[in-house]
T-cell receptor, first 115, second 112 residues
Framework: EAGVAQSPRYKIIEKRQSVAFWCNPI?????LYWYQQILGQGPKLLIQ????????DSQLPKDRFSAERLKGVDSTLKIQPAKLEDSAVYLC?????????????FGSGTQLSVL | GNSVTQMEGPVTLSEEAFLTINCTYT??????LFWYVQYPGEGLQLLLK?????DKGSNKGFEATYRKETTSFHLEKGSVQVSDSAVYFC???????????FGKGTKLSVKP
């Protein structure tokens, strides 16, 4: 079974530039999550999709971050314009459902450096 | 809201040493508790979980017991290997939608 695919693996940009990350979840997984992991901290949820609808985006900085999952399969996360504090690893995860014992499967992440 | 607090790292051990990584939780009710592991260059993966008080989760020689008296879920392994070198995250559900929240992570390095 293929895992969660993310690209690119690494990205270096200058502040005020824009950047986009792509995620393809495990086939059949209805729920997709984007997490931000700043160095030395645990992952923090940015946004959760159920199929192509947003379930939770309460911690997404909406003035600069946006995400979509138009066909309920793959997803993109965009930052525009980027700030220095956006340097982090962006993790995508998926799960079959939203039940209390759901298991999340994570991709390898995209490491973003903003200079 | 719910939260988890885990011991600061890094932790450096010799091979075959005993490992304990402390995790305590604050929660409404008794949500499921998890340990996730992140090997170098890889994504997080579920190591073990416990879904109710007094449950013991175990996998790959690691164990953790859900203790409501001490609100703890400490990770233990009797004899670590070099291949156990990774970052370990304690986790539970929290927030308005009950999503996974994580501790800050504890980096373990095992020397031969």
């Amino acid at each position: 079974e293929a895992g969660v695919a993310q690209s690119p693996r690494y990205k270096i940009i200058e502040k005020r530039q824009s950047v986009a990350f792509w995620c393809n979840p495990i086939s059949g997984h209805a729920t997709l999550y984007w997490y931000q992991q700043i160095l030395g901290q645990g992952p923090k949820l940015l946004i959760q999709f159920q199929n192509n609808g947003v379930v939770d985006d309460s911690q997404l900085p909406k003035d600069r971050f946006s995400a979509e999952r138009l066909k309920g399969v793959d997803s993109t996360l965009k930052i525009q314009p980027a700030k220095l504090e956006d340097s982090a690893v962006y993790l995508c995860a998926s799960s079959q459902d939203r039940g209390p014992s759901r298991k999340l499967f994570f991709g390898s992440g995209t490491q973003l450096s903003v200079l | 809201g719910n939260s988890v607090t885990q011991m600061e790292g890094p932790v450096t051990l010799s091979e075959e040493a005993f490992l304990t990584i402390n995790c305590t939780y604050t929660a409404t009710g008794y949500p499921s508790l998890f340990w996730y592991v992140q090997y170098p260059g890889e994504g997080l993966q579920l190591l073990l979980k416990a879904t109710k008080a007094d449950d013991k989760g175990s996998n790959k020689g690691f164990e953790a017991t859900y203790r409501k008296e001490t609100t703890s879920f400490h990770l233990e392994k009797g004899s670590v290997q070099v291949s156990d070198s990774a970052v370990y995250f304690c986790s539970t559900y929290g927030g308005s939608q009950g999503n996974l929240i994580f501790g800050k992570g504890t980096k373990l390095s095992v020397k031969p």
